[in-house]
């Protein structure tokens, strides 16, 4: 089956800075990969998402980034904030059918 | 607005006890899954259901059934309860379909095994 391996399980950024976080997986079958934020207490809610067609995607200071070839894809955050403390997710599925998520980064934004 | 439902936020059972977590949708998702989630192991499944009656198991479905008699609610059961199966369960929920493959979750149940 799908393995995601996800880093780094910790980030911690001074206010403004950027955060990247990484996901690689292994079944070249996976076209669909989203992202989850979960804050401390609350469910994962999906703040970015990206499929196999497409190599970049960008929504506000948020991005994400999708190599193919390699099997990574990359979450990118600028201008950090310190409401973007949280635990960052990503995931991999076969068309929405099976997800396979990562361990999981708990980043912390310093002000 | 998707809402996702779980029948409890927090459970405490002992040991051998059967024990039902309920989740229900109001969306008229085809997809229902059941997560467990635990401190750096991330989200794991245990199983998914894309259908009325229909299910599949995930990565992880010892220990656990499934029951979906209704599109809105999918039932997670812990037959035996175990020790090993405190955690936090989340229930999520998604259209079947390209384009379509968000998955909304529900709050969660910590359940606590004692």
């Known amino acids: 089956g799908e393995n995601v391996e996800q880093h780094p399980s910790t980030l911690s950024v001074q206010e403004g800075d950027s955060a990247v976080i990484k996901c690689t997986y292994s079944?070249?079958?996976?076209?669909?990969f989203p992202w989850y934020k979960q804050e401390l207490g609350k469910r994962p809610q999906l703040i970015i998402d990206?499929?196999?067609?497409?190599g970049e995607k960008k929504d506000q200071r948020i991005a994400v980034t999708l190599n193919k070839t390699a099997k990574h894809f990359s979450l990118h955050i600028t201008e950090t904030q310190p409401e973007d403390s949280a635990v960052y997710f990503c995931a991999a599925s076969i068309s929405g059918n099976q997800f396979y998520f990562g361990t999981g980064t708990s980043l912390t934004v310093i002000p | 607005d998707v809402k996702v439902t779980q029948s409890s936020r927090y459970l405490v059972k002992r040991t051998g006890e059967k024990v039902f977590l309920e989740c229900v949708q109001d969306?008229?998702?085809?997809?229902m899954f059941w997560y467990r989630q635990d401190p750096g192991l991330g989200l794991r499944l245990i199983y998914f259901s894309y259908d009325v009656k229909m299910k599949e198991k995930g990565d992880i479905p010892e220990g656990y059934s499934v029951s979906r008699e209704k599109k809105e609610r999918f039932s997670l059961i812990l037959e035996s309860a175990s020790t090993n199966q405190t955690s936090m369960y989340l229930c999520?929920?998604?259209?079947?379909?390209?384009?379509?493959?968000?998955?909304?979750f529900g709050p969660g149940t910590r359940l606590l095994v004692l």
């Open positions: 999520a929920s998604s259209l079947r379909g390209i384009y379509q493959e968000t998955q909304y």
């Open positions: 990206i499929r196999s067609n497409v």
């Open positions: 969306m008229d998702h085809e997809n």
């Open positions: 079944d070249s079958a996976s076209n669909y």
